[in-house]
């Protein structure tokens, strides 16, 4: 191939795509969109595929919350940015519905949007001075989930805090504070350099419900339940048992996850947007 033609050689852009599997209304939006971005010479890519190396230029997923936490715990290593269409329950943290799906896709083929970014959680297990397991986390990780009470040891940037028993202990970032940490009755956080350590239904306690902390602060949370052994669960999606005497260590990830917002509301707008929908769902 002449030098002439190498460089005149046009590459070709790309979008990856992920579908809840359970949801046929999403899944036909996704061939809809297929289409879409096909007429515009936009190839079309999986996140497996992505995870092997192939560039993507943004992720849409369909479905709900669940399905755009995977895909963007799954691409943040590759600082692809991420959309979400709802398609579930509640859809707090997707940008759009499907009603207005054509009308996004012509926004993002047209690179006319606005990237927000998101703080992540870092989690690292260990067992006898053993790291065991690691994950990422967007929204937070929880340390129980077990069906008994157990008994974790907090300690706060290298200072023991508390020893709490309950259901577990929920520590979240500012994505993850209007979902499970919510719930369990953490406060809502509406600025992105703070985390939020929330004791779930704790029967005993030296210390507060929750806790407002930086974002830069390490906590440290000591198993001390026995024979019962909690999980270690991030996003609700990923998980490990862990015993006695293991550690749980959280803090900032070096990684950012990057949501495709269309700037046309604020934090409170979205927070009442995400109640609302709430309210009428559950009537």
Not at 57 to 82: K, M, Y
Request: proline share 3%.
């Amino acid at each position: 191939m002449s030098q002439t033609n190498t460089e005149n050689r046009t590459v070709r852009r790309a979008f990856g795509i992920y579908c809840r599997p359970d949801c046929p209304k999403a899944d036909k939006a996704l061939e809809k969109s297929k289409r879409f971005l096909q007429v515009h010479n936009i190839d079309i890519v999986t996140l497996e595929d992505i995870e092997n190396g192939y560039p993507a230029e943004a992720v849409l997923a369909f479905g709900g919350d669940g399905s755009l936490l995977h895909a963007a715990r799954l691409v943040a290593q590759q600082h692809i940015p991420v959309l979400g269409v709802n398609f579930g329950r509640i859809g707090y943290l997707c940008t759009v519905n499907s009603e207005h799906l054509e009308r996004t896709l012509e926004r993002l083929v047209n690179k006319d949007y606005h990237l927000e970014q998101h703080t992540m959680l870092s989690c690292q297990v260990y067992e006898n001075d053993q790291l065991i397991w690691s994950s990422q986390a967007l929204n937070e990780v929880l340390v129980g989930g077990c069906n008994r009470t157990v008994c974790l040891e907090v300690i706060i940037d290298g200072v023991k805090f508390a020893t709490v028993r309950g259901d577990g202990l929920i520590l979240a970032t500012k994505t993850g504070s209007t979902a499970y940490s919510f719930s369990a009755g953490g406060p809502v956080l509406l600025v992105d350099d703070v985390l939020c350590l929330v004791a779930s239904n704790a029967v005993f306690s030296s210390s507060i419900r929750s806790l407002v902390l930086s974002a830069d602060t390490t906590v440290t949370i000591k198993n001390l339940t026995y024979p019962a052994k909690p999980y270690v669960v991030a996003d609700g999606q990923k998980d490990c048992t862990i015993n006695k005497n293991a550690i749980v260590e959280l803090k900032k990830s070096e990684l950012k996850s990057n949501f495709i917002t269309f700037g046309n509301t604020s934090p409170i707008q979205d927070l009442h947007r995400g109640f609302q929908e709430l309210m009428m769902r559950s009537l």
